[in-house]
Nanobody, 121 residues
């Protein structure tokens, strides 16, 4: 019912920058929080950043002051600007959105397929 399409992953050297984008499409009445999570091999999926529809943002401790999340409510998109990247930021990054399909539904969580970010030392 809802598709999240991520783009922008890739390979970057340590200290570099990279931007990720995610666009939600499909049966969407409204979107509450949108965010980014990441999962490195052998690790659990962790929160990177999350932003409400009002624009209030929160970040994982390891990315504070380096990453910035933003969203465009009219376009149902969320972006993540990643600066001062470190090798430990290497992971698959997943977009997540809490979506209400109709005015009568509860919010449900939808995930993107993930995009690889690799930071070389």
């Amino acid at each position: 019912q809802v598709t999240l399409m991520e783009s922008g992953g890739g390979l970057v050297q340590a200290g570099g920058s990279l931007g990720l984008s995610c666009a939600a499409s499909g049966s969407i009445y409204s979107i509450n929080a949108m965010g980014w999570y990441r999962q490195a091999p052998g690790n659990q999926r962790e929160l990177v950043a999350i932003i409400t529809s009002e624009g209030s943002a929160d970040y994982g401790d390891s990315v504070k002051d380096r990453f910035t999340i933003s969203r465009d409510n009219a376009k149902n998109t969320v972006t993540l600007q990643m600066n001062s990247l470190k090798p430990e930021d290497t992971a698959v990054y997943y977009c997540k959105a809490d979506v209400k399909n109709t005015r009568w539904d509860y919010f449900g969580a939808y995930w993107g397929q993930g995009t690889q970010v690799t930071v070389s030392s």
